[in-house]
């Protein structure tokens, strides 16, 4: 029998190591999980219509974003790292890297990620008409 010639390691199965220093300890500390990170790379000021807003968001492990609703805007999720749950009206969602998720004016709609990696998305919003 010969020995393999490598191992692969699936980064949505990897585990962080914890620690009272390391960051995944920091997270998982009672108090606010809403931690998450937002990156703007399109206000509504800067395109030609107006009405176009987009930007990148990462949740960090164990945590959630606030959530927010707004009934003049639809939004579409492109998720491009991790994996994490996606809420909208009470309902819920497992979405991973590749997904899409349509958010339609109205509901109330918010991110989580109870995992040991960083969910990561980038999103756009537009004005209805």
């Known amino acids: 029998m010969t020995e ?14 914890e620690g009272s220093s390391s960051f995944a300890a920091l997270l998982r500390e009672e108090g606010d999980d809403i931690r998450r990170d937002v990156f703007m ?8 219509s107006g009405r176009l807003q987009a930007g990148i968001t990462i949740v960090y492990p164990g945590c959630g974003t606030r959530g927010h609703s707004h009934g003049d805007q639809e939004e579409v999720y492109f998720f491009t790292r991790g994996k994490g749950i996606m809420g909208a009206d009470g309902e819920e969602w497992g979405v991973k890297a590749g997904d899409t998720f349509y ?5 109330f709609h918010t991110t989580r990620n109870p995992y040991d990696m960083p969910l990561e998305f980038f999103w756009i919003t537009i004005k209805v008409e």
């Open 4 to 17: 393999p010639k490598g191992q692969l390691i699936k980064g949505d199965e990897l585990e962080s190591l």
């Open 41 to 48: 790379l399109l206000n509504p000021k800067d395109s030609v």
């Open 103 to 107: 958010v339609k004016p109205g509901p």
